[in-house]
């Protein structure tokens, strides 16, 4: 199962590569076989992101179209594969070890709360983090890319999202474009495009892909569908601005799995072992952050390898750290306390969720965030107006 390749072939690298076109700089390896000059070149440079669109679902299913016959190459995404972390990579151009942002539910010592980054909420109330004193500004510590470029940057997001916290705080001086429906995500970019003949940066971001893949699986019609309308919906926006010397570069956060229902472990089935836990289970499905009670620890490794053994690979968090899963270089000062004691990553197609009393039990059919082929390799595709 892969690792990210932080030294030339994920995302972090791609954003280097682009901030360097765009006059700005990257503490990392630039992307290998994308040369910044080439991008620079170009009067625009888009980068539209595609939320869930794995490497591997794109060529298996859809050879024939747009997007599969502008295919550059295969790359990573960050660890863990996931929205939170990714997204944050993109918006940054920083490695989760300098973002420390590790998940869609993390645990914030100094709130003493376990919250959902991106909506900014906390997990056991749905409270808005604001009210417990969260500044945003403060918690999100580090600077938007954009405000690092050299050319006038701007932000296209759908219309629910483009003004939460996360994303403001994120967006710096980059315009932001809220968009309802694919054809005014296109339409916005092109209205972009048009307004004057200086060099723009765009960054979008199409999330509907992700969000069917979660309720009905990547293998299902619905998800089949939406892509479809996609890729004509991109074709249609080509010939729109055809000629306006633009690069259209097409990337993913994540791949997705289909799990299963027999492959959900709930912590309601293992109460000794969440007997152990400290807080709530942190990050995502595919890859949990497990707080252990203090004197706990050897009990909580007999029972996860005993019993979970085969659904589950151990690690402390600590030497996750150490081996540049999150990225190189030194880490954020908080990350290891958004990590937790130990790590578990799943095999196969297994999954991980505990409940707490407020939350309304929900399936995900497709998930993320592990290291499956599926879940970390997207695509890098390219084209050209």
Known sequence: MPLPDYHGGSIVNLMGTIAAACGGASPYAPLRGLDPAQLAARRNLVLLLVDGLGYNWLTRNWPDSVFCRHLQQRITSVFPSTTATAITTVMTGLAPQQHGLTGWHMYFREFGTVAAVLPFLTRATDEPLARLGADPAVLFDHAPIYDGLQVPAHLVAPRSIINTEFNLAHSGRAARHG??????????????????????????????????????????????????????????FLARIAGSDTTLIVIADHGFVDSPPECLIELDHHPELAAMLAQPLCGERRVAYCYVRPGCHADFERYVTTKLGAHATLHRSTELIAQNWFGPGAPHPRLAERVGDYTLVMKNRYTLKDWLPNEKRHAHIGVHGGISDDEMYVPLIMLAA
């Not at 971001?205 to 019609?221: K, Q, R």
């Open 179 to 236: 968009y309802t429906r694919l054809p005014e995500l296109f339409g916005n970019i092109a209205r972009v495009l048009s307004a004057d003949t200086g060099r723009k940066f765009v960054y979008a971001y199409f999330s509907e892909l992700d969000t069917l893949a979660h309720v009905f699986g990547i293998a299902s019609p619905q998800v089949g569908a939406e892509f479809a309308r996609l890729d004509a919906a991109c074709r249609d």
